[in-house]
């Protein structure tokens, strides 16, 4: 089976596109499986400029098609912040990439001490960006609606789940179990739109 390499280290992320994108046509592989050093610099100012820097690396690094995301949390209150930081928000205007996830989680809280109910509405957003040995990028998005619960719930998922509350089901991005997760979450909205084009494309790379 063709390979279609996963630009990411971010286990979390690997398991769920392991998931979401079974079926696509390609044996998915990360960078470190085949042994080649994946950095790259996120230098984009939107999650299309991000997604697209590291599909492109991904690719050229690896020599076989690669697919990439960038997604984050963006809350209303907070103008749309952690945005295209969400990896490593620190709050306001401050980033740092050694914090762990239940500081970030922390972080956000604190910011959002007070605010009532009807403030606190955000979004996750995802957009996946496939490059191709041809030098072509195909894109897809996916939007996922919610609001920023007062408290961390759940123990499924990683980085801001435990705070995303789904609304109409009452419970918080943490709280829903994977298969439950992987039919409505951003991601998942992305990767379908992404398999169906990874399946017609599965046949028109050499195997590696």
């Not at 979401?20 to 990360?30: A, I, K, S, Y």
């Not at 762990?100 to 956000?108: D, S, Y």
Request: with cysteine; charged share 25%; glycine share 12%.
């Amino acid at each position: 089976m063709r390979q279609l390499v996963i630009a990411t280290n971010n286990q979390g992320k690997l398991r769920e596109f392991g998931e979401l994108l079974d079926g696509c046509g390609f044996e998915l592989v990360t960078p470190a499986q085949l042994g080649v050093p994946f950095d790259p610099e996120e230098t984009g100012g939107s999650f299309e400029e991000n997604a697209t820097i590291k599909a492109v690396e991904a690719m050229r690094s690896c020599g076989l098609p690669a697919l990439a995301d960038d997604s984050g949390l963006e809350i209303d209150h907070l103008g749309g912040r952690p945005g295209i930081f969400s990896a490593r928000y620190a709050g306001g205007d401050r980033t740092d990439p050694t914090l762990t996830e239940r500081q970030q989680v922390q972080i956000v809280l604190d910011e959002l001490r007070g605010v009532p109910d009807e403030q606190r509405g955000a979004r996750f957003r995802c957009v996946i960006a496939i490059a191709t040995p041809d030098g072509a990028v195909q894109r897809a998005d996916g939007v996922f609606e919610g609001r920023i619960a007062h408290e961390a719930r759940g123990e499924h998922g990683f980085g801001y789940d435990p705070i995303f509350l789904v609304p109409e089901l009452g419970v918080t991005s943490a709280e829903l179990a994977p298969d439950e997760k992987n039919k409505i979450s951003h991601r998942a909205q992305a990767a379908l739109k992404a398999r169906e084009l990874l399946r017609m494309m599965s046949g028109g790379y050499p195997t590696a």
